[in-house]
């Protein structure tokens, strides 16, 4: 998990992934610009930078964003949330940008999101079209691309999740997508905040449990 | 020294809802004449004149400075400025 100046929900995601996920985590610092060794990537959600000029945008020049250009290259898993998927757009891992909400508010509430691939190591765990409960918090989560990436997405199937009820004006109701390979994921919605009863729902779990699954048959094909 | 004034601007038809709520704002305040509002940024830069101005601000903009999926950008030079 990378933690940049102003990310806040680092230990949120490090709670979901050490208490309600069981596996181990750790916590790397920005400054820290190794990121070699780890089975799975994760970016937290915040306000790096406070935002300053775009979101993501001074992060996304970070040095520890090379050491994470260079494992996405090497195929392994990395999911970016909230800021950390302004962080992926920013760095050009995702294509498209994230412009101010539609109707300007910072919108903080579950969101109904319909799963439109589970075919990838993310989203294994989910039916296909399954209707799962995640929290929203942002104000620029409008995502924005032009028609021919657009089109591309929907060929090569990486739009991941769409909104039910578009909360922010995304185009095509977008909630999350892939890169092409497969390995990179970005999402506005909050899955590691859904990951336990007493947060009010437990389908963010399926993603992290997706993501451990497929290591496992991969380690173990591989080994 | 000269001082480079950057100019960023959102893309014809993407979405500026800042704009959009200050054109609403003006036409409150009776501004019938306001017809769009589109919101951008400014930034204003000190370099020295041994820098080739061209080529590093078009990779500034490029890299940082302006986000190509969604902002265009223009800047001017002035020469010859004293800080």
């Given amino acids: 998990m990378i933690v940049f100046p102003g990310s806040n929900c680092d230990r949120d995601m490090y709670h979901a992934a050490k208490d309600a996920l069981g596996e181990e985590a750790e916590l790397v610092w920005y400054q820290d ?145 892939i890169n092409e390979a497969g390995n990179v994921l970005g999402m506005m919605p909050h899955p590691e905040r859904a990951t336990e009863t007493i947060l009010g729902s437990m389908d963010g779990l399926k993603m992290f449990t997706s993501l451990v699954k497929n290591w496992r048959d991969s380690y173990v094909t591989n080994a | 020294m000269k001082k480079v004034s950057i100019h960023i601007t959102l893309k014809e038809g993407v ?14 305040l009776g501004y019938e004449g306001v017809k769009e509002v589109r919101v951008g940024k400014l930034i204003e830069m000190y370099m020295d004149d041994a820098v080739d101005v061209k080529a590093e601000v078009e990779a500034m903009c490029q890299k940082l400075l302006a986000n190509p999926v969604i902002e265009n950008y223009t800047y001017d030079v002035e020469e010859g400025v004293v800080s």
């Fill in chain 1, 33 to 177: 610009s190794h990121l070699s060794g780890y089975d799975a990537i994760l970016i937290p959600g915040g306000f790096s930078y406070g935002d300053y000029l775009r979101c993501g945008a001074i992060a996304s020049t970070s040095k520890i964003v090379d050491s994470l250009k260079r494992e996405a290259e090497r195929g392994t898993p990395i999911l970016g949330v909230c800021n950390g998927f302004q962080i992926l757009l920013e760095a050009g891992l995702l294509p498209g940008a994230l412009l101010r909400n539609e109707k300007l508010k910072f919108i903080c509430h579950h969101e109904t999101l319909v799963v439109k691939n589970n075919q990838t190591q993310f989203t294994s765990d989910y039916q296909m079209d399954e209707e799962i409960s995640i929290p929203v918090a942002h104000g620029e989560g409008n995502y924005y691309c032009d028609d021919e990436t657009l089109a591309q997405l929907k060929t090569n199937q990486q739009i991941v999740f769409t909104y039910k009820d578009n909360p922010n004006g995304s185009v095509a109701d977008i909630a999350g997508i």
């Fill in chain 2, 15 to 28: 979405l500026d809802p800042e704009g959009k709520a200050i054109e609403g704002s003006l036409a409150t």
